[in-house]
């Protein structure tokens, strides 16, 4: 049955187009440096595959962006978030461009951008402008570089969609000059026991083997002893041409005993599939160690498109010696092979056997899950989970000082949980610090991340989408507000106008700043807790007032002004 399904998974995926022909001299390139990769198509990031290549911008901001093709502007989005300052162009040939973590839009993209958020009041927007608004030609300076939104380093991030459908495309594919003679690096795999009673080297949990080297032939000196049934996941990466960024691979392949067991490749996926990477990677080893390991094990709720061929979800019934091999390769045909032994053993029990907490419920990944108990309450939507779940939960009630309720103790955060689901809890806090109070999660160190929640029927209700420990807390603190380079009465020699602002709880909601009672544009930079304003050349010289109001997720206001001269 499972064949049948990942044989209709790639059908639908050739007929959609993902086997087509990739046009090999349409496109330029979108920078006039080098083109030196730090991320690849396809690589394991937090709760997504990367959905574009990530280009090397020499360390600095600023670079002259350019369209790749003719087209239009068919979508300008900014946000302090994601992508941040991006540009979608769309071209005729069925593909859109993308140009992502923008410092600036140039020309009459950026007069379209200021005039739409000045008639919004608003930093943040989002434009889909009409096909004869905003056309370009091929090799049009259309933005510069930058390092907005969530990106940690200058760079362009740079995407080529499929334009009907919007499924992100293998940017290696198309032609740009890109140098790369490296075969990907093979670090570890790891046998995982797939069923009661499995072992590895007499053990019931997953192991590590590290291999050695020989030019890009891998191999494990000795056969891994194991009893019963397991998948093996590989912990893998790419390197190219003048960088050490540790890259996605291209394509997977594990054979046993010369038959294919596992095998996908990174041409495209679409954005409503993304998060299915949870249950493609061993979600408990990324929590537990950070590496995140292709499992090689299909789950019974991911239907990725990425998969080739997948035989028995990966699982493998190990009942004599079996000769093992990886293959991995990276967009440019450059290969590693990996060879290891699988070996039958007789079962070993255990002398110190695993206490696993207590089931308390069992929730069918199929099927809608409730799960009620004093003070809390837990909604889980179908398919929420990747598999069915032994559901765990217990409650301390020593809370902590900070917090309004006792601590539940949601299943572990070890596990991976695909949609939101609600949680509510009751709370028996002071009816003054009702409007204050939110849900928070606790980290082992007993920190508290934010989490949102409003009052339903007594009870905080919230959305999430991971398990953990979780109380309420309340948040009364007002954001924090400096001036970096402005204060009362002075002189401003810059072009613009910088402020920090900080809220150490719930985080910003919102902000406004005026000049002389008029709403201007500030540019906010989470990561630097930065507002920036470029003064508009039409302000007068002379004695101005500058306001900034700031208000937090639990509706805390801060304000701070101060007169200036320009």
Sequence with gaps: ??????????????????????????????????????????????????????????????????????GYVSRIKVSPWGYGKALYITHPNGYTSVYAHLSKYHGSIEEHVKAAQYSRESFVIELFPQKEDLAVKKGD????????????????????????????????????????????IIREIKVQPRGEKSQVNQQELGKFFKPTKEGNIYKLEKPILVHGKVSVGIYTHDLLNGANNKNGVYSVNLNI??????????????????????????????QLSKKRIHSCYLEVNNPLSIYEHVENNGVIEVDSIHQGKFTIKDVYGNTSKLHFILEATDYSPPTNPQINEPTVAIFPYQEANIYKNEGIEIHIPKKALYDTLQFQYSVSPDTLSTCYAPIHHVHNENTAVHKSYAISIESDIDSTLKSKAFIAQINKNGNLTYRGGKW????LTTKLKSFGEFSVAADTLAPTIKGLNIYPGKTMTSSTLRMTIKDDMSGIKSYRG?????????????????????????????????????????????????????
Excluded: C
């Design 1 to 70: 049955m499972r064949h049948i399904f990942i044989y209709i998974l790639l059908l639908s995926s050739i007929l959609s187009g993902s086997a087509q022909n990739h046009p090999i001299d349409y496109f330029q390139a979108p920078l006039d440096i080098p083109l030196i990769l730090s991320g690849t198509f396809g690589e394991l990031r937090s709760n997504h595959f990367h959905a574009g290549i990530d280009i090397k911008t020499q360390g600095a901001s600023g670079h002259k962006v350019y369209a790749v093709a003719d």
């Design 141 to 184: 300076l259309v933005a510069f570089s930058g390092n907005s939104g969530s990106s940690a380093a200058p760079h362009l991030h740079f995407e080529l969609r499929t334009s009907k459908n919007e499924f992100p495309q293998n940017g290696l594919h198309f032609g740009f000059d890109i140098a790369d003679d490296i075969a990907p």
């Design 257 to 286: 005993d010369g038959k294919q067991i596992y095998f996908h490749e990174m041409d495209e996926f679409g954005f409503h599939e993304t998060r299915y990477i949870n249950s493609h990677i061993d979600y408990a080893e990324k």
């Design 456 to 459: 339903v029927n007594n009870k």
């Design 514 to 566: 005026e000049i002389d009672g008029k709403w201007i544009l500030m540019e906010f930079d989470p990561k630097r807790a930065r507002l920036t304003h470029y003064f508009e050349k039409g302000l007068s010289k002379g004695k101005h007032i500058f306001s900034l109001e700031v208000e937090d997720e639990r509706g805390n206001i801060s304000n701070y002004t101060a007169d200036f001269i320009l």
